[in-house]
């Protein structure tokens, strides 16, 4: 899953991005508004938070603009506006969630996680394929109910493919769901994960299917 953090304090965006990659998550940060709507204009994420009061555009106008595209994806607004007119600003422009600052790292990983939960999930808090689980309130994986080890990068290619049941994913949509704004890696290096994930699940009954020219689809064996 992969978040955008826009926030143009630099110990804070550090801080909340490296709480967020801690819980599993692929997260970019961008410090300024421009830089945000462009990000926003050409690449797909899973949620955003996002800063009010950030030079160049301020956050209200990132979202408006994002809205106005038709994009529906969560946004989690930060600000340092106490003022109630502000938080309803923030929220008729369509922000999902809205948090003060000073704030708590684990709260707003909370909220991060609620909004996941019910736009990925549908408000549950588990997603299955087969004996393969993914919680995410705890950011990890079971098989067979026993803890599946994996690396950051294998988590994130698996939670992708885990959110869509059913259907194939393509390497370019994958890279775009594991590798950050600032990586420049082929999207060929995702058959290097799938590789490991399939050593991983071969004692299963849940494989990654490969369709040729097309992508990848995870599917339990006779379900």
């Known amino acids: 899953m992969r978040i955008l953090l826009v926030e143009d304090h630099?110990?804070?965006?550090?801080?909340v991005a490296q709480a967020l990659r801690a819980a599993g998550l692929t997260v970019d940060v961008l410090h300024d508004g421009v830089a945000a709507d462009l990000a926003l204009s050409s690449e797909d994420f899973t949620l955003v938070v996002l800063d009010v009061g950030l030079p160049r555009l301020d956050g209200?106008?990132?979202?408006?603009?994002l809205r106005e595209r038709g994009?529906?994806?969560p946004v989690l607004m930060?600000?340092?506006?106490a003022e109630v007119k502000d938080r309803?600003?923030?929220?008729?422009?369509g922000a999902d969630d809205y948090l003060a600052k000073p704030f708590e790292l684990t709260?707003?990983?909370?909220?991060?996680k609620a909004l996941l939960r019910r736009s990925v999930l549908g408000g549950e808090r588990q997603q299955r394929c087969g004996e393969l689980v993914y919680d995410l309130a705890t950011s990890r994986f079971s098989l067979a109910g026993e803890p599946l080890n994996l690396t950051a990068r294998e988590q994130a290619v698996l939670?992708?493919?885990?959110?869509?049941?059913?259907?194939?994913?393509s390497k370019e949509q994958l890279a775009s769901q594991v590798?950050?704004?600032?990586?420049?890696?082929?999207?060929?290096?995702?058959?290097?994960?799938v590789h490991r994930l399939r050593r991983k699940l071969e004692a299963s009954a849940v494989r990654i299917v490969t369709f040729r020219g097309l992508g990848y689809l995870l599917e339990a064996r006779g379900e």
Not at 10 to 15: T, V, Y
Not at 78 to 81: G, S, V
Not at 88 to 93: A, F
């Open 10 to 15: 630099a110990p804070l965006a550090d801080s």
């Open 159 to 169: 939670s992708a493919l885990i959110a869509r049941p059913g259907r194939v994913m």
């Open 107 to 112: 709260e707003l990983e909370a909220r991060v």
């Open 179 to 193: 590798f950050g704004l600032d990586d420049e890696v082929s999207p060929d290096a995702i058959e290097i994960y």
């Open 60 to 65: 209200f106008e990132v979202l408006a603009r």
């Open 78 to 81: 930060l600000t340092a506006r």
């Open 88 to 93: 309803v600003q923030g929220l008729n422009l």
């Open 71 to 73: 994009n529906r994806v």
